[in-house]
């Protein structure tokens, strides 16, 4: 180490701590034989310089003698320096994140949940404007993200419904719409009941625009704080076994966090659905190119067996139309309750993007490997994550 480099502390527990160096792009853990509370209040070899961040202080000797460190741990972390722009311009769809940077954004969404924790009060979004324009319903994605953007100091224009509400109603286009609250806003989070739409939308605007949903197509930042989720809940990305249940053809949430779970290795994904709403064969073809292994069953209880993950989603009756009869025929197929609790493994998770009607029994709710609300709690930290990314950078 040099006399005085400059160090971000990622994690710190009474008997180890991480400091990851911002020069060198390190990080180094450490196991500590004597506690920090054995240090003098005024000791300067701690100096504080900014939030969940220090320097290594003058008195260097006094720190090795108070703390026996040593360093068992030194991994690279990904190459973002402060004050980089974020390679994405917008978010559309899963296929633009390599791990890389998923692994990266990851890191900034900790430091979000920190903030969340012991800065109400954070200002780094302070004069920002994101408008929510949602044309279809949402409770988390669009609460997430106006809380995440309050929570950054940021203020919020919100427009829930406007598909009816918006002067949508009136025949307006998509792309007038958002010429018009680009004028307004600095960033654009939207909803829309049409795939494709959030590109047409990025096509249109000058401004950072979000695809929180569209239609059948995509849910990229619901895929990230699955993933993210995934690997807080299991401790690994690479070599898992994720069970994705119930209407694949429709969920935009699966279809996207199979893109995502291309980027890691050894992944196997198994496909659980009634025959009407079958994953569609594009992701099937992408999964194969980059050489994820799949496979289709039908038998939930042997699939929830093998799998680190069982990730269960709702039968979407408003993706049927006027096509009741196929929509009562996938309904109530398969259901994760006590029994798929049983045959699970201890480690295993079972997840959901919400909102559940009767495809996860409510008795599954006190089990700890029941993981959506936790789930749901993580969206927040993505998507302050991604709005400071956005908006001002690494």
């Avoid at 930290?381 to 690494?394: E, Q, S």
Wanted: with cysteine.
């Amino acid at each position: 180490m040099s006399s005085s480099p400059l160090f971000s502390m990622s994690t710190m527990k009474r008997d180890s701590f991480v400091m990851k160096t911002i020069t060198s792009n390190k990080e180094f853990k450490f196991n500590v034989s004597n506690s920090f509370d054995k240090l003098p209040v005024t000791s300067p070899t701690l100096l504080l310089t900014g939030e969940n961040s220090l320097k290594w202080g003058q008195n260097e000797s006094l720190l090795r003698n108070r703390m026996q460190c040593c360093a068992v741990e030194v991994k690279n972390m990904p190459g973002y320096p402060m004050g980089k722009k974020f390679e994405l311009d917008d978010v559309i769809e899963a296929q633009q994140f390599d791990r890389e940077t998923l692994n990266a954004i990851f890191e900034v969404a900790k430091e979000m949940e920190n903030i969340k924790k012991n800065s109400p009060g954070s200002q780094i979004l302070k004069g920002y404007l994101m408008a929510t324009l949602f044309y279809e319903p949402s409770t988390r994605t669009r609460l997430s993200f106006e809380s995440a953007m309050k929570r950054l100091g940021g203020e919020v224009l919100t427009t829930e419904n406007a598909r009816e509400f918006s002067s949508a109603a009136k025949g307006e286009t998509l792309e007038d719409t958002i010429r018009t609250v680009e004028g307004y806003s600095d960033i654009i989070v939207m909803r829309h009941f049409e795939s494709g739409a959030a590109k047409r939308a990025a096509a249109t605007a000058g401004i950072p625009i979000i695809n929180a949903g569209d239609g059948p197509g995509q849910h990229p930042t619901q895929a990230l704080l699955d993933v993210y989720t995934i690997e807080r809940e299991i401790g690994k990305l690479d070599g898992i076994r994720v069970g994705l249940v119930g209407d694949l053809a429709n969920g935009r949430t699966v279809r996207s966090l199979a893109y995502l779970l291309a980027e890691y290795q050894d992944v196997k994904i198994y496909f659980v659905s009634p025959d009407v709403v079958k994953m569609k064969d594009d992701i099937k073809k992408y999964l194969t190119r980059r050489g994820v292994e799949w496979e289709e069953s039908g038998d939930l209880m042997e699939v929830a067996s093998k799998c680190d993950v069982v990730y269960q989603t709702r039968i979407q009756r408003e993706r049927f139309g006027e096509r009741i009869d196929l929509y009562e025929e996938a309904r109530g197929k398969y259901i994760v309750d006590e029994n798929v609790l049983k045959v699970m493994q201890s480690h295993a998770v079972v997840m959901h993007p919400l909102p559940r009607l009767d495809e996860i029994t409510v008795d599954v709710d006190a089990d700890p490997r029941a993981a959506y609300f936790r789930q749901a709690k993580n969206g927040l930290y993505i998507r302050m994550a991604l709005l400071k990314l956005l908006l001002v950078g690494w």
